[in-house]
């Protein structure tokens, strides 16, 4: 057995997971601000459909990202400008899949530190002659930093968890989209235990911690007075 | 100084709906000193006091000090942030995750950069507030006092023109009150900045406030200067049954030590009361409330009651639902209400013009109703504000 071949897998995992927590938190900020302050009737079907990767097969959602990404569908004509000719099986179509898949987990909890935020600080803010964007970075966002953490933190853990998107439009291209679940599953497969262990036990040992620093995080934001 | 009255102004006009509460009111009131927004809960006046902050949208105009706010005929509405307003609301609202110097310099920063000038600068305020020691501290390490000095002086630091005041002490209990309430009156004295202040309590705004706009179910009942609006007896469901009463001001002369008595010159008559620190010549504000004043047609002997104000009946309301007549009574320079039975009105046959005499304990001076006035002239002695002391009012 070779751990050292087990390395590029790793460090393809972290890019995809630090790329895509960087484009959720990105992406989520002005979704989660708008699901939390809008009055519009349907914010509640938008939020629906945030929410869905929760309850679809990832199958399901892999196979439509397959047809998006693929040259037939939008992705297709973004890698025909830079001359490619498909998104699917591409790091970039990971991206976009993982920030699809894990947003209800990012989105979520940021909607819910804005709502918990409430009118009144931002009206203070205004009062005190902040415009509502510099109101918004210098109130809204500090004040909802637990949820900023809680989402980066599940974001992040659900990107290097995910397995039955990647496998629908990733593959396993070593350097490419080869990465942790799939290359677990791969081990498994070709009896190759020894690495299958390493790799499994890596990741027991991170969730653990992620789960752990979620709840001690958490609880310091409860604390009155921080 | 040089400006027209017009520019001293606020002119405002709201009318819509919230749900199934509608205000509809209009009132003026000057942009000096103390002007009070005054009412029972409901009665619409945060509501207002949101519009001219531009927190609230109803369709109305407002002016204020010259500067058209608002106006819906020419389509004209400020946002909140281009207000130059300051508002200090119920709970204080600091921002917890600064500091009290970075809730303090939140507004100043914002006001210095857009090119504001810091006519209110933050060593006065911080000294004024007595705010030096807390700087440091996060917000959530303040007691309910210092949080809403804290605002304050948060929001004076945004160089307001207006400073908006929502309850700021409603979310007190009257320890904290009591020591908050010396610090207003000391903004007002030192800093001349306008503020109108919201409050459904008539005591302080007989004490703080010199000019009022009194609302009843989202209308204007009455506005005017604050020592009118209370001697007006239309006016008892609204300024209070139980806490009715007039304003009087009068000039310190003296102090025994003796009995711990201060006394006080009013338009020739003397009035004494539980001896203050106040410096000979202090021109104070005393509220005497309508059921601390009795009434006689011949001057009383042989009686504890120290101050006997002669004067005349000028107005009785008799309320045929009660056993009470509230009536005004001219001391001279001053007038008192006295809140008696309508049978002692029929007994001592009192009438206008009637010649009586008021009679107050000098207990009934002994609570939070006594302020230096604003206009006092400035005494070596006399310019930290009295602190009432502390009594339980029973």
Not at chain 1, 138 to 162: D, I, K, M, N, Q
Request: charged share 20%.
């Amino acid at each position: 057995m070779d751990i050292a071949e087990l390395w590029p897998v790793v460090r393809l995992t972290l890019e995809l997971a630090v790329v895509a927590t960087a484009l959720l938190l990105l992406i989520a900020t002005p979704v989660a601000w708008w699901l939390a302050r809008s009055r519009a009737r349907w914010k509640e079907a938008v939020a629906a459909v945030v929410a869905l990767p929760l309850v679809l097969p990832p199958t399901v959602l892999g196979f439509y990202l397959l047809i998006l990404l693929g040259p037939d569908g939008p992705g297709g004509w973004i890698a025909g400008a830079f001359g490619g000719r498909s998104l699917a099986f591409t790091f970039e179509g990971l991206v976009i899949g993982s920030v699809v898949y894990s947003m209800p987990f990012v989105a979520q909890p940021i909607r819910n530190a804005f709502e918990a935020v409430g009118d009144r600080p931002l009206e203070v803010a205004a009062t005190l002659r902040a415009s509502p964007w510099d109101a918004f970075w210098t109130v809204a966002v500090p004040l909802a930093r637990p949820g900023y953490v809680t989402g980066a933190v599940l974001g992040f853990a659900h990107t290097v968890g995910e397995f039955g998107v990647v496998l629908m439009i990733g593959g396993s291209i070593p350097d490419e989209t080869r990465v942790l679940s799939i290359a677990i599953f791969e081990l498994v497969e070709t009896l190759r235990w020894a690495e299958a262990h390493v790799l499994a036990g890596g990741l027991l040992v991170f969730s653990f911690a992620v789960v752990t620093i979620m709840t001690v995080v958490e609880k310091r934001a409860r604390r009155p007075g921080s | 100084m040089a400006m027209t009255m017009e520019n001293h102004r606020i002119e405002a006009a709201f009318t819509g709906t919230l749900g199934d509460f509608s205000l509809d009111v209009a009132f003026e009131a000057p942009m000096r000193g103390i002007a009070a927004l005054f009412g029972a809960s409901g009665c619409g006046k945060s509501t207002t006091l949101r519009c001219i902050a531009g927190l609230q949208r109803l369709s109305g105009r407002l002016v204020v000090g010259g500067e058209v706010w608002q106006d819906d005929d020419a389509g004209v509405f400020l946002k909140p942030h281009r207000r130059p307003v300051g508002v200090v609301f119920q709970d204080a609202s600091l921002f917890p995750h600064l500091s009290v110097r970075g809730n303090l310099l939140y507004g100043a920063r914002r006001a210095e950069r857009s090119g504001v000038p810091p006519a209110i600068r933050s060593r006065d305020v911080i000294a004024l507030l007595g705010l030096g020691h807390l700087l440091d501290r996060a917000p959530g390490a303040l007691s309910g006092g210092e949080r809403q000095r804290v605002a304050v002086g948060r929001a004076l630091l945004s160089q307001p023109r207006l400073l908006l005041m929502d309850e700021p002490l409603s979310s007190l209990d009257r320890m904290a009150k009591d020591e908050i309430l010396p610090y207003f009156e000391g903004l007002h004295e030192e800093l001349s900045i306008p503020m109108l202040y919201v409050s459904h309590d008539i005591a302080e705004v007989a004490r703080l406030a010199d000019w009022a706009v009194i609302l009843s179910s989202g209308r204007k009942l009455a506005e005017g200067p604050v020592r009118d609006l209370l001697e007006r007896l239309d006016l008892w469901p609204e300024t209070g049954r139980f806490e009715a009463g007039v304003l009087l001001t009068a000039r310190v002369t003296g102090h025994d030590r003796t009995y711990s008595v201060t006394y006080l010159d009013h338009h020739g008559q003397t009035i004494s009361m539980p001896a203050r620190d106040l410096a000979i010549g202090a021109e104070v504000r005393l509220r005497v409330r309508a059921r601390d004043v009795s009434l006689a047609t011949r001057r009383p002997e042989a009686i504890s009651v120290r101050n006997i104000l002669s004067g005349t009946v000028v107005e009785i309301a008799e309320d045929s639902d009660t056993a009470y007549a509230e009536t005004l009574i001219d001391i001279g320079g001053g007038r008192l209400r006295a809140r008696v039975t309508r049978q002692s009105v029929a007994d001592l046959r009192l009438a206008p013009g009637a010649p009586v005499y008021a009679l107050v304990k000098s207990i009934a001076f002994d609570r939070g109703t006594l302020s230096v006035a604003a206009t006092a002239p400035a005494e070596t002695g006399g310019r930290k504000p009295a602190f009432p002391e502390n009594g339980d009012g029973r």
